[in-house]
């Protein structure tokens, strides 16, 4: 069976990970001198008290060809086929680093790597689709056309709280053109093939969840939804059942922010994934 | 302010060196609160990067010695000044604003205590040193302010030595100066920006004349004003901008303290060759020097022949610029739709530039622009295709006319308040042509309800209510729905009837008299009043409104 690995950034939740037999190889999260494997070391929920206390700004960072190497390492014990896919290029150097790694397993494998030019649960719903038609016994070829495929229909559309963190990291992008506001202002940003893009902005929060679903409605032959949040757990379980309500019958992943993602949307953060058909 | 000493029979006060140190104690908090704005004025490829911090930064090092200097002896308080300004000087304006107090200090020096007249005899001169210390002197600068400011201050002198109207002349041509600067300075033509030098010292010469007036209150809850230019602003476009090819250099700065005496002149040519924007200043002891060079180490090496460094700082401008530039392509709305919003109050103008729009024409209710005006901003935005937010009912009719007189395709959104209008500008969408965004704004207008409370201007009775002159009248979308005799409490009473209860969000522009506090008590109120709704406070500084209210 073809094994799927990606990295933290991908916020796929620990069980659909674990019931798709899917690896997770850790960002790394740095508050000042201290280094954290993202989601490992340093859970979610601590996260982000630690972002909302802290005074340091967190960066982070991608994973090194040495966690890379151990994965393939580990998987290429039980297959000689494996499939890595990444977070956008655009974005971190995990896709650079997780292709110098594949080349140099202990064991003979098949190490093919992605870059997907989503992140969060965009990258994490072409995972989850990549993963499920591996549980189904295809072929590698098979797994990375339907993610070639996939991938560029990715979407990502997040309700902000704030700018500051996008643009402190340096991923801001065209939605610098949303800043500066002296008026109270929702901002909402769309991920879309590796680039950040300013969408509107709302000045309630509750119109900007309706924009938010718009939005997720507006793509076409939606096979893949997902809620995310970021200390902001009541507007996302709001934003479910909008969602639940616009696509009945379709299954809805929820899923928090991960730090990797957070360091640079910050908190107070809803959003939808959705990956078209 | 503590008694001026020394009155004498003419009721003009002297000054002590106190007074000096305590007008610019104040003139630099006032500074402080317009940091963020003057850093906003900010035009590449002058490396000031923080126009706004560099002044605070010099004149606290400037405070810093003043309040050294043993006695309140004018005339040596304002020799320590010029010292600490030195030292601390930052970026082009700072070492700027440290030869005016240069030139400051020789006016007053030998004085223990100051007139009016010596005051604007001795900032004239300290214009005439800030002039001398550049090698090209720019005009539409800091530099064109202090002399405009101080040439005015000379002549209220001439009228008498009281130094209260000197100032206020002082203060008035500071303002008036700032506003023409984008008339002298293409640069800043170009950027749709006043000078933020200039602007900063208006600002702290304003702080100093409140202090000297005693108007404590407005030092604490106002704001200083970005001043208005006096041609149409049109914000930034950055695809005007020209890559500009031959490299920038380091900015290099520092202090030099002499082994020996030291001459600035002889230091300024043996530098001349070295780069540009040379500015050497100072005195035998210590001199300030700045320049954009190629080779830093060369002019350090040359330095350190002379004297021991202090605050040595060298930036490289070139990838200041390449940082500027790409922030201002990710800036660049790929649209070509311009929009143009008649607004009036200061604070509200902001709002609108804030929010994104392209140029503001003056103007609203009493003072309705006419279409020459509104046309005129039309033709100065670069984009041929353009949206007008009126904004108040009585300005769409002369709106609509500029539709016939330009060759630029115009929409107006006919928003018939402030509230419609932000909420039309939020709907505006970069990728989206010009028929659908006039679409998805005037769809936006109903998304918003206005509460607007004013004064009657005469006794009217309307339905059922009776209004005496004077009285504070309260609208909901341009219907009569409280009277009263507090405006707060009749925006109270409207927004019962603006259907607030269901609403998430009330924003509150206060008008240009209404006072902060009196506005903060009321917003208190409204939160009081509707726990679950989101109350934010903005000032507008609109005329004849004491309040704006937005309920979404």
């Known amino acids: 069976m073809v094994r799927i690995v990606t990295d933290s950034a991908s916020d796929i939740p620990a069980e659909v990970a674990q019931e798709l037999r899917i690896s997770i190889v850790p960002m790394y999260v740095r508050f000042g001198s201290d280094v954290y494997r993202d989601g490992v070391d340093l859970k979610t929920d601590e996260f982000y008290r630690k972002l909302i206390a802290s005074q340091t700004v967190p960066t982070t960072s991608s994973p090194k060809m040495k966690d890379f190497s151990e994965a393939y390492d580990k998987l290429a014990e039980e297959t000689g086929e494996i499939l890595s896919i990444h977070l956008s290029s655009t974005f971190s150097s995990a896709y650079e680093t997780a292709v110098r790694a594949s080349g140099r397993t202990k064991k003979e494998c098949h190490v093919e790597v992605i870059d997907s030019r989503t992140a969060a649960m965009g990258l994490g719903l072409v995972v989850i689709a990549a993963a499920k038609q591996a549980q189904e016994g295809q072929s590698m070829q098979q797994i990375i056309k339907t993610v070639r495929k996939a991938a560029p229909k990715a979407r990502v559309y997040v309700c902000f709280e704030t700018l500051e963190y996008l643009k402190r990291g340096g991923r801001i992008g065209k939605a610098e053109s949303l800043m500066g506001s002296s008026i109270r202002v929702h901002p909402i940003i769309g991920l879309e093939n590796g680039e950040v893009k300013p969408l509107g902005r709302e000045r309630s929060r509750s119109r900007a969840l309706d924009r938010l679903c718009m939005l997720a409605e507006e793509s076409a032959g939606v096979s893949g939804i997902a809620v995310e949040q970021g200390a902001a757990p009541n507007e996302a379980d709001k934003l479910y059942a909008k969602l639940a309500a616009i696509f009945p019958g379709k299954d809805i992943y929820s899923s928090v922010f991960g730090s990797a993602v957070a360091v640079h949307t910050g908190p107070r953060v809803v959003g939808v994934c959705v990956l078209g058909g | ?552």
């Open chain 2, 1 to 552: 302010m503590q008694e001026p000493q020394g009155e004498n029979g003419s009721g003009t006060a002297a000054y002590s060196g106190q007074d000096l140190r305590e007008m610019f104690t104040a003139g630099t908090a006032w500074l402080e609160k317009s940091v963020p704005d003057i850093n906003a004025l900010n035009v590449f490829p002058v490396p000031d990067g923080d126009c706004g911090t560099n002044m605070l930064l010099t004149m606290r090092s400037t405070l810093e010695e003043a309040y050294r200097a043993p006695d309140s002896n004018a005339g040596a308080v304002a020799q320590a000044m010029a010292r600490g300004a030195l030292m601390g000087a930052r970026g082009n304006s700072g070492v700027i604003l440290s030869q005016i107090f240069r030139g400051l200090a020789q006016g007053l020096e030998g004085h223990d205590s100051f007139s009016g007249k010596d005051f604007a005899t001795a900032f004239a001169r300290g214009s005439t040193v800030a002039y001398k210390a550049l090698t090209r002197p720019v005009e539409g600068t800091i530099l064109t302010v202090a002399r405009d400011a101080s040439s005015a201050g000379r002549d209220a002198s001439s009228k008498g030595d009281d130094l209260v109207p000197i100032m206020e002349a002082t203060v008035a041509a500071a303002r008036e100066s700032v506003a023409k600067t984008p008339t002298l300075l293409p640069t800043l033509k170009q950027a749709g920006v006043v000078d933020a030098g200039g602007q900063g010292l208006y600002v702290l010469f304003e702080g100093a004349l409140q202090h000297l007036k005693g108007e404590t209150e407005a030092m604490q809850n106002g704001r200083p004003q970005v001043v208005p230019s006096v041609i149409p602003l049109v914000a930034k476009f950055p695809q005007l901008m020209t890559e500009k090819e031959e490299p920038f250099g380091y900015c290099t700065e520092f202090v030099l303290q002499g082994h020996k005496k030291l001459a600035p002149d002889k230091i300024k040519k043996s530098l001349t060759n070295d780069g540009q924007c040379l500015i050497v200043v100072g005195d035998e002891d210590l001199v300030h020097i700045h320049i954009h060079t190629f080779d830093p180490g060369k002019v350090l090496r040359h330095a350190t022949t002379l004297g021991i460094l202090h605050e040595i700082k060298i930036q490289n401008m070139d990838d200041q610029h390449k940082e500027y530039t790409e922030m201002v392509k990710a800036q660049a709305p790929p649209a070509e739709i311009a929009t143009v919003a008649i607004v009036s109050g200061d604070g509200l103008g902001q709002v609108f530039r804030s929010l994104g729009v392209s140029a503001i024409v003056p103007g609203g209710q009493t003072m309705n622009p006419s279409t020459r005006e509104m046309l005129q901003a039309v033709e100065a935005v670069p984009q041929d295709k353009v949206i007008i937010l009126t904004n108040n009912a009585n300005v769409i009719p002369a709106a609509k006319q500029v539709k016939g007189l330009t060759s630029k395709k115009v929409r107006v959104v006919p928003t018939e308040t402030v509230p419609q209008g932000v909420a039309a500008l939020l709907a505006f969408n970069y990728d989206a042509d010009l028929k659908t965004n006039a679409a998805a704004m005037n769809d936006a207008v109903s998304s918003v309800k206005t509460v607007e409370v004013t004064r009657a201007v005469r006794p009217a009775k309307i339905g059922n209510i009776k209004i005496v002159r004077r009285q504070a009248i309260g609208f909901v979308d341009g219907e009569l729905k409280a009277v009263g005799d507090k405006p707060a409490q009749v925006l109270l009473e409207a927004l019962q009837s603006a259907g607030t209860e269901k609403s998430e969000i009330v924003t509150v522009y206060y008008g240009k008299t209404t006072k902060r506090s009196e506005a903060e008590a009321l917003v208190e109120e409204i939160r009081q009043k509707y726990p679950n709704l989101e109350v934010e406070l903005v000032y507008g500084g609109q005329p004849h409104y004491d309040y704006i209210a937005s309920v979404e």
